[in-house]
């Protein structure tokens, strides 16, 4: 799907599964992980995934987390109530419930999904070391740019 809309993402995401918080599992405490992590249950604190940019977070639909959530790759069919920062992308799948603001690259959101917060998009870097100068709204529109 990406690739037609003439996007690919930088990193691919993880396609394993090496942690598993079980449905009748409730966790209290931050996590902090690489690799893969589907949650079933609930978790009361944050979720970060460390270092490794592949790194991808599962919520199933009957999953809630109370925290944070930083991770490049999220795929969420449950509810999260804090902010979620998607370094890469992140689904919405159609029971998906996020109460917070969403910073994201790329995402992907099913009839269905619900967001209560701001919408954020990461600027993406195409340019690197090119830098434009906005003129502000005090400036005369006679002067000329640096």
């Known amino acids: 799907?990406?690739?037609?809309?003439?996007?690919?993402?930088?990193?691919?995401?993880?396609?394993?599964?090496?942690?598993?918080?079980?449905?009748?599992?409730?966790?209290?405490?931050?996590?902090v992980f690489t690799g893969g992590l589907r949650v079933d249950g609930k978790v009361r604190g944050n979720i970060t995934a460390k270092g490794d940019a592949n790194s991808t977070l599962v919520l199933s639909e009957h999953a809630m987390v109370t925290g944070n959530v930083t991770v490049p790759h999220i795929i969420t069919n449950g509810t999260i109530k804090g902010n979620v920062r998607a370094?890469?992308?992140?689904?919405?799948?159609?029971?998906?419930?996020?109460?917070?603001?969403?910073?994201?690259?790329?995402?992907?959101?099913?009839?269905?999904?619900v967001i209560n917060g701001n919408l954020l998009r990461e600027a993406v870097e195409v340019n690197k070391g090119t830098v434009t100068r906005l003129k502000s709204a005090s400036e005369g529109s006679s002067e000329a740019e640096d």
């Open 1 to 31: 799907m990406l690739s037609a809309l003439g996007k690919t993402p930088t990193e691919k995401p993880c396609n394993t599964i090496d942690t598993l918080i079980g449905a009748k599992t409730d966790l209290k405490g931050d996590i």
């Open 87 to 113: 370094a890469e992308r992140i689904e919405l799948q159609p029971k998906a419930e996020i109460s917070g603001d969403v910073y994201y690259k790329v995402i992907e959101m099913s009839l269905g999904a």
